[in-house]
């Protein structure tokens, strides 16, 4: 055996800091590894917290908050993937067989069998793409929730409040939601400040008929904020007529309906009792906080609607008779959707519950913002595709696969909320409904043309799609 080695400074033997040392000390003293193991984590979150504190300029204890939030709700959404001990209703959005992976396998849009060349041929026909209008649909990668058809407050709240006559002289779908839009600002004054509630119900709040006859001041504590109560209320009797909505941030509540007749989100302020349009086409949210960033003047403009309860909603609330375009165009330089749901009064998610948490809330990440974002908005999730915040509904895409002697197998996509079928014409005659979404279409010589669009349960029709074929068959 060799000889110790001795430290000529100290006359002890070197310390052999090796692995193996570090795994006998940790074996002899495991208690005084932890505590090592916790002080190095207190510090590196000490040092996050501390960065992030000076990032967006929010209060060292704010942040830490902040953060023990963030790791509690990430705890609860965890805890719902391995069980949800109130497992949601769900609203049907297509024929349950297009769920099947393999179910669109070997078709192609309709329109991609005429790429190339104007005609298909086959062994016994040639087909020519005469016209064609083949819906796109764009999804988001964050799922969303919709109220589903068979809730009974739901239709209660359109029979009792007889909203059918409300938009019954409605000259089209927008002037449905206007009108829509007046007789929800009209039920209540900007002072009638509600009670707060874990679970929102439209029908409730117009049952109790709440109005602050005393003039008492708004008490933040107690009373849903009017920005925020007004959106959700609009949105709920939009919802129980058989049309979509969410809602939208822009740092003040409102409500964006998704619209047919333009294939597109229209941003709506409850509150306010406005929304916006450019040359007669109303704004999404999305499109007023894109002209933060064209050339002034504001191509935008705002129409205001009427209401019975407070004469003018503006000069009640922000003091001013009239807003400018150009004021609202800097209020939508921060854009989110609160939420990712409408199934209010089905669906009564807990409070941390990842359906109605900051988990739900999503946010628009636009690099020609400038700035640092607030400390509330960083612990949103986030993006930076439009298409995730600004998806499609209610249409329909023609898939195709050719087959012999003048048939082509169809089959139709859809996100349709609260799906019934599909409407197909066939040559311009009266549509009949299916619920399936495959279809064969036999041609006949000469000019052939398919009009296919869905329709939901309370019998509202989505968007069509259409096409023209001229069919010739090959001589033998």
Not at 231 to 259: K, M
Not at 328 to 343: A, F, Q, T
Not at 460 to 467: D, E, P, T
Request: charged share 25%; hydrophobic share 35%; aromatic share 10%.
């Amino acid at each position: 055996m060799s000889p110790a080695v001795i430290d000529q400074t100290t006359g002890n033997p070197p310390v052999q800091k090796t692995a193996h040392s570090y795994r006998r000390l940790i074996r002899r003293s495991p208690r005084r590894a932890v505590s090592v193991v916790i002080l190095l984590a207190n510090g590196l979150t000490l040092v996050a917290l501390l960065v992030y504190s000076a990032y967006y300029r929010a209060p060292l204890p704010s942040m830490a908050q902040a953060v023990l939030r963030g790791g509690a709700l990430s705890a609860l959404a965890l805890g719902v993937t391995i069980h949800d001990p109130v497992p949601a209703r769900l609203a049907t959005l297509a024929p349950p067989e297009t769920d099947d992976p393999d179910f669109f396998s070997g078709y192609e849009r309709l329109e991609t069998l005429f790429l190339g060349a104007d005609r298909v041929h086959s062994t016994s026909a040639e087909l020519a793409l005469v016209d064609i209008h083949n819906e796109r649909i764009v999804e988001s990668a964050f799922s969303f929730r919709y109220q589903p058809f068979d809730e009974p407050r739901l239709h209660q709240l359109r029979t009792k409040y007889r909203l059918d006559e409300v938009i019954a002289l409605a000259r089209d779908e927008l002037d449905e939601f206007v009108r829509l839009c007046n007789w929800t600002r009209s039920q209540f004054r900007r002072s009638d400040y509600q009670p707060q509630s874990d679970h929102f119900d439209a029908l409730e709040v117009l049952d109790r008929k709440l109005h602050n006859t005393t003039g008492r001041p708004y008490d933040p504590d107690h009373d849903q904020d009017p920005c925020i109560f007004f959106p959700r209320l609009f949105a709920q009797v939009v919802l129980s007529v058989g049309h979509q909505v969410r809602l939208s941030t822009i740092d003040h509540g409102t409500t964006e309906v998704w619209s047919n007749q333009y294939g597109k989100w229209i941003e709506f302020d409850a509150e306010l009792n406005h929304y916006y349009q450019k040359d007669g086409v109303p704004f999404s949210t999305l499109e007023v906080h894109d002209e933060n960033f064209a050339p002034p003047p504001p191509r935008m403009k705002i129409v205001r609607g009427t209401q019975s309860s407070d004469p003018n909603t503006t000069l009640v609330h922000l003091k001013v008779p009239e807003l400018s375009p150009d004021s609202m165009v800097r209020y939508h330089r921060h854009v989110g959707i609160v939420e990712l749901r409408n199934d209010w009064l089905t669906n009564r998610y807990f409070l941390g519950h990842p359906a109605r948490s900051d988990h739900a809330t999503l946010v628009f990440q636009d690099d020609r913002v400038s700035g640092h974002p607030s400390l509330a908005w960083a612990l949103y999730p986030a993006t930076r595709r439009r298409e995730d915040l600004f998806w499609t509904l209610n249409q329909a895409e023609i898939h195709a696969r050719p087959l012999a002697d003048g048939r082509l197998s169809l089959r139709f996509r859809t996100v349709t909320p609260n799906f019934r079928g599909f409407a197909v014409s066939i040559d311009g005659r009266p549509a009949i409904e299916q619920p399936s979404a495959s279809f064969e279409w036999t041609l006949h010589p000469g000019e052939n043309s398919i009009a296919v669009c869905p329709i939901n349960q309370f019998d509202r029709k989505g968007i069509v799609s259409s096409a023209r074929l001229e069919y010739v068959p090959q001589s033998r």
